[in-house]
Every structure is written in structure tokens, then in C-alpha cells.
């Protein structure tokens, strides 16, 4: 089983709407990481959650960390066709030797 | 910010050739570059980690005879698949970092190089 699960594995929104994208991990998080990727391109970074019960926010986009839970959760605020592509959270393993992706959720934003 | 360039960043070969896929740290020195796979519709799975001037050490499942690493400077990384097949085909994807001057949880990801194997 994957160490890092996401839900929904796919999303499919009107443009306006509000979503939410979460990432659980099987092992206590000492960081989380969002990226988003286009289909085939490479990662953009999107934030870096290290404290239980820290919350981001870049534009529309909002992550949480909630380290008892071994979770997180990306919101984004009034979708737009641009927020579409895959969302991945990652994690470091053994004391940064192993970074671990979950198996991503893939947003689609109906105009 | 730290940049890190692929090179090529797409390639098609013939089954049984081989492939290099280079991975540079443009404006930081990287004393740790990793390797990832992402297969159509799947995740990126670490293949394996570099370190400069030492030994590839490669996941479980991946074949270091196969997957070729050097790491011979600290601004650049290869990897060689050899003998590629069709089964090879992905989406590669370097990411690098420099423990003596950041965090061990600060990489810098490439833009990848998707390799199609015909």
C-alpha cells in the first residue's frame, strides 16, 4: 500500500466552485509538500507544511497540515480552468534520504 | 531560485539502445540529485539517489545494471538506461539539493525528459 494516499483520485468542477484535495499519510509527517503538474511537464512547488496545524495560502490555493491526524488538505477557492492538472503531496522518508508522492488527484475545471 | 535543467527533455529510441538523460544544477552546487520514474496516469517513484563523487544507491526494484547513475561533479548528474524496451518508456525526472548550505528537506525538481522507447 502506498505510504501517502490522496482522495479524490479525480475532480471534476464547475469553474467558480470550491474544492478540496486531501493527502493521509501511513507514517507520522514531519513535512508535507503540494505540487501541481501538468500532464507530462514537470512540478511546480506549491507549499511546504512543516508545523502541526500550520496553514498557507498562495492565491486561491490554502493547505493545512494536521500532524495528529498524518494528514493535510489543499483547498482551492473559486476554481478556474487554470487550477486544472494533477495535484501531488509528498513527504521525506528515513530522515531525508526517500521523498515519497502520493499517487496524486487529477482536477479538471469545466469552463 | 535554484534551477535545475534536463537534458533532452524528450527522446525517442530503438529498442536495445541506450540513453542518456542529464540532469544540471544551473546556479547551486548539489550534493544529493535524485531520479524519478512517472509512468502514464501514475505517480513519480524514486529510482534512486546520488550522492557526489560516490555510489548510486537505487530502490528496491530497479535494476542499477540497467538504470546507469554517475554523479561525477556537483553540478551534474546522468542517467543511462541501457538497453532500453518499450517497458522503459516514462517520464524522468531529476530533482537536486545541497545539504551544506540548506535543509535537508529543500530539492530543487528539473523539468523531466520523457523517453519513448519504439
Known amino acids: 500500500s502506498q505510504e501517502l494516499e490522496q482522495s479524490p483520485q479525480s475532480l471534476i468542477v464547475q469553474e467558480g466552485k470550491n474544492l478540496t484535495i486531501n493527502c493521509t499519510s501511513s507514517?507520522?509527517?514531519?513535512?508535507l509538500y503540494w505540487y501541481k503538474q501538468k500532464y507530462g511537464e514537470g512540478l511546480i512547488f506549491l507549499m511546504m507544511l512543516q508545523k502541526g496545524g500550520e496553514e498557507k495560502s498562495h492565491e486561491k490555493i490554502t493547505a493545512k497540515l494536521d500532524e495528529k491526524k498524518q494528514q493535510s488538505s489543499l483547498h482551492i477557492t473559486a476554481s478556474q480552468p487554470s487550477h486544472a492538472g494533477i495535484y501531488l503531496c509528498g513527504a521525506w522518508r528515513r530522515y531525508g534520504q526517500n521523498f515519497v508522492f502520493g499517487p496524486g488527484t487529477r482536477l479538471s475545471v469545466l469552463p | 531560485g535554484a534551477v535545475v535543467s534536463q537534458h533532452p527533455s524528450w527522446v525517442i529510441c530503438k529498442s536495445g539502445t541506450s540513453v542518456k538523460i542529464e540532469c544540471r544544477s544551473l546556479d547551486f552546487q548539489a550534493t544529493t540529485m535524485f531520479w524519478y520514474r512517472q509512468f502514464p496516469k501514475q505517480s513519480l517513484m524514486l529510482m534512486a539517489t546520488?550522492?557526489?563523487?560516490?555510489?548510486?544507491?537505487?530502490e528496491q526494484g530497479v535494476e542499477k545494471d540497467k538504470f546507469l547513475i554517475n554523479h561525477a561533479s556537483l553540478t551534474l548528474s546522468t542517467l543511462t538506461v541501457t538497453s532500453a524496451h518499450p517497458e522503459d518508456s516514462s517520464f524522468y525526472i531529476c530533482?537536486?539539493?545541497?545539504?551544506?548550505?540548506?535543509?535537508?528537506?529543500?530539492?530543487?525538481f528539473g523539468p523531466g525528459t520523457r523517453l519513448t522507447v519504439l
Open positions: 530533482s537536486a539539493r545541497d545539504l551544506r548550505v540548506s535543509s535537508y528537506n529543500e530539492q530543487f
Open positions: 507514517k507520522t509527517l514531519y513535512g
Open positions: 546520488s550522492n557526489e563523487g560516490s555510489k548510486a544507491t537505487y
